[in-house]
């Protein structure tokens, strides 16, 4: 299946709008991931309130650069890479996207439409996020050259930032 980047970018549109905007999706998010999968909790230090807006800038940022793989390539392998630092499994991640997958429907479904296209769309997306992210959390020594050249340090972090997840060679949808 190939990727309907537009399809993508209208239904995250929706979604900073609809039902509440990104702050309701990302709290619903956390809300629904703590209580479905109360292992992970303890990985997270920051509360949901402050967490949902490194989710949802992330999420913008993926989104938005998801047509420039030579900036958004790096920017995954970087958050997977500093995914470990988190103490993040692979397991994690099919419980993060079907996570996401299931709160973004809920969310869309309650003032529109969210329709078979749509869930297909992100669930695709959703999961080369996750495999480009694993690939980078496994190998992370592979991406080190890549990583340097784009401004991250070996364990992704961007040196004296404080906000890795706020990307500024991706055009970030805000």
Same mark, same amino acid.
């Given at each position: 299946?190939?990727?309907? $980047?537009?399809? @993508?970018?209208?239904?995250? %549109?929706? !979604?900073?709008?609809?039902?509440? #905007?990104?702050?309701? *999706?990302?709290?619903?998010?956390?809300?629904?991931?703590?209580?479905?999968?109360?292992?992970?909790?303890?990985l997270?230090?920051?509360?949901?309130?402050?967490q949902?807006?490194?989710?949802?800038?992330?999420?913008?940022?993926?989104?938005?650069?998801?047509?420039q793989p030579?900036?958004?390539l790096?920017?995954?392998?970087?958050?997977? $890479?500093?995914? @470990?630092?988190?103490?993040? %499994?692979n !397991?994690?991640?099919?419980?993060? #996207?079907?996570?996401? *997958?299931?709160?973004?429907?809920?969310?869309?479904?309650?003032?529109?439409?969210?329709?078979?296209?749509?869930?297909?769309?992100?669930?695709?997306?959703?999961?080369?996020?996750?495999?480009?992210?694993?690939?980078?959390?496994?190998?992370?020594?592979?991406?080190?050259?890549?990583?340097?050249?784009?401004?991250?340090?070996?364990d992704?972090?961007?040196?004296?930032?404080?906000?890795?997840?706020?990307?500024?060679?991706?055009?970030? #949808?805000?």
């Open positions: 299946m190939s990727l309907d $980047v537009t399809l @993508l970018r209208e239904t995250f %549109e929706r !979604a900073k709008v609809e039902n509440g #905007g990104t702050r309701a *999706l990302g709290l619903s998010f956390y809300k629904r991931l703590f209580e479905k999968y109360p292992a992970v909790k303890p997270f230090h920051t509360p949901p309130e402050e949902h807006k490194k989710l949802m800038a992330s999420l913008g940022a993926i989104v938005a650069g998801v047509e030579e900036r958004l790096p920017y995954l392998h970087a958050m997977g $890479v500093r995914h @470990l630092k988190y103490k993040t %499994e !397991a994690h991640y099919g419980a993060v #996207g079907e996570n996401l *997958l299931a709160v973004l429907a809920e969310h869309l479904s309650k003032e529109g439409d969210w329709t078979p296209e749509m869930s297909d769309t992100w669930e695709a997306a959703i999961g080369v996020v996750a495999k480009t992210m694993i690939e980078a959390a496994d190998n992370p020594a592979l991406f080190k050259d890549e990583l340097a050249k784009n401004g991250y340090e070996p992704g972090f961007k040196k004296n930032d404080p906000s890795p997840w706020l990307d500024k060679t991706l055009p970030i #949808g805000s």
